[in-house]
């Protein structure tokens, strides 16, 4: 079969893609930018089952090119990452011209999964799911909706707050929400009841609630998670909390951006329990509970084997067409350039490139770092607590703490990342190994570009830092793990 799949480079798109493709279906995967799509994940073989387009729901003349002929398509994009006062209209926009194009095609069905919604008074964020669900069921091809509360699995963003508070906080203050119920489900379930309605016309123009077999309070999945990760913990609520505090709350204590924590506290008011799972005499599944998902989610971290994480979804300034920033501009610019020769293998020091961030850190003042990260916070922006997908691999693509990988080349030795902090202009940092004759050398530059007086005035009064941070870091890099001296040469 032919399946047109929106949010390919998403949380939940990137981990169905191989599902259907191990499924012998075709699979067309309309992205913004065809140079984000994982290439490298699938052999020459199975790359001949997915065709790439470029194309935006928000601009419907770039759907034009889309095939036709197709069977079926998932409808798996959201807004929550954006501005918290204007995602819903952006979702509005994609739903319509979505609409518009999968009525001119063959298609036998829509599959959209979206948030349980079954109180009559509904946050901003499940208001907007539901009116998704109203605007796709207008379009003349049949509709499935399945509805999920929370996803438990490996960088989702609801596994990974959890982590944060429980990790972070042996003494919890927590607002009253945290008595709110909720139905967790394991994302392995969740990819498995979309792959299982697929084209069965016993769920055509229907709704379902999908969750696993506990229902727990927001406190009991803390301390759910506690027990899992043998946690001693003490959780207190306390009422005074207004659900602008505990968005700030929420975004100062964990990795989530102020946007997103302000539309998952307004929805944390609400109970979100199944009412309608008669998907399970459609799809029968052994549901993983609370804890196992937990557990497995963990096997996945510990193995590196974390396939998607809501943390690298591309916002800010460059949502669209992120890697054209690739061209690190030279003009109006600041820079900070450190070139240092080596006598080691070159491949450990690019190994010790492609592993900073996270929790190794920056090699060199850390705690100048954190309270970087601690300012950008303070203004609403990412900080560091993001991390990173993976400890020791990078794709384009990829957030690193409060960067965003824009190219991540080892064969050529060179990773460009681009700053997603909040700043008075654009900022850059690269790395590169290059051959001097029997020598390597690493060039780490920082360029800043400033917008008006105060990018200028900011580059002024942060120079000292970067006189003492960019050189430790770049020789750092480069002795890091060496098991002698190595001679360094500055050139």
């Known amino acids: 079969m032919r399946i047109l799949l929106t949010g390919t480079t998403g949380y939940i798109g990137r981990r169905l893609l191989p599902v259907l493709i191990q499924a012998g279906h075709q699979v067309i995967c309309p992205v913004r930018d065809p140079r984000r799509f994982d290439y490298e994940d699938f052999d020459e073989e199975l790359m001949q089952q997915i065709e790439v387009y470029k194309a935006d729901l928000s601009k419907p003349d770039t759907l034009e090119e889309l095939p036709k002929d197709i069977d079926a398509a998932y409808y798996l994009v959201h807004s929550m990452t954006t501005s918290y006062q204007h995602f819903s209209e952006l979702e509005r926009t994609m739903a319509d011209n979505f609409v518009q194009y999968i009525n001119q095609t063959t298609a036998q069905q829509i599959i959209y999964l979206s948030g349980i919604a079954n109180d009559q008074s509904l946050s901003k964020h499940l208001a907007s799911r539901r009116k998704t669900e109203e605007l796709l069921a207008q379009s003349t091809v049949p509709l499935t909706v399945l509805r999920a509360a929370i996803i438990i699995g490996s960088g989702s963003a609801s596994f990974e707050i959890i982590r944060d508070l429980t990790e972070k906080l042996p003494v919890m203050i927590a607002p009253k929400w945290i008595n709110s119920r909720c139905q967790p489900i394991a994302i392995r379930n969740v990819i498995q009841y979309l792959q299982g309605i697929l084209l069965k016309k016993e769920t055509y123009r229907r709704t379902f609630d999908i969750g696993g077999p506990d229902i727990l309070t927001y406190k009991g999945m803390m301390m759910g998670f506690a027990k899992v990760r043998k946690l001693r913990r003490s959780i207190f609520s306390v009422p005074v909390l207004t659900p602008k505090l505990s968005s700030y709350w929420l975004h100062f204590v964990t990795s989530t951006s102020f946007s997103l924590a302000r539309s998952l506290v307004d929805s944390m008011h609400h109970d979100v329990v199944c009412q309608n799972d008669n998907i399970k005499q459609i799809v029968p599944l052994a549901l993983l509970s609370y804890e196992n998902a937990l557990e497995n989610a963990f096997q996945r971290i510990e193995q590196n084997e974390v396939v998607s ?99 991540a080349d080892k064969p050529h030795q060179r990773l460009l990342l681009y700053a997603e902090m909040k700043l008075p202009g654009e900022a850059w940092l690269s790395f590169s190994i290059k051959r001097v004759g029997d020598r390597h050398k690493l060039c780490q530059v920082a360029t800043f570009r400033p917008k008006g007086i105060w990018g200028r005035l900011y580059w002024y009064a942060v120079l000292p830092f970067h006189g003492l941070i960019f050189p430790g870091m770049a020789k750092n890099i480069i002795r890091h793990g060496a098991s002698q001296k190595t001679t360094l040469v500055t050139a």
């Open 309 to 407: 994480s809501w943390k690298d979804t591309i916002g800010g300034p460059i949502e669209e067409h992120f890697l054209d920033f690739v061209k690190v501009p030279s003009h109006g610019c600041f820079k900070d350039v450190r070139s240092y020769e080596f006598d080691r293998d070159s491949e450990e020091v690019l190994e010790n490139i492609w592993r900073i961030g996270g929790e190794r850190g920056w090699y060199y003042g850390n705690w100048l770092w954190k309270i970087r990260g601690l300012m950008d916070k303070v203004v609403n922006g990412v900080g560091l607590r993001r991390g990173r997908r993976n400890p020791a691999d990078l794709k384009a693509g990829d957030a690193l703490d409060f960067w965003r990988v824009l190219l």
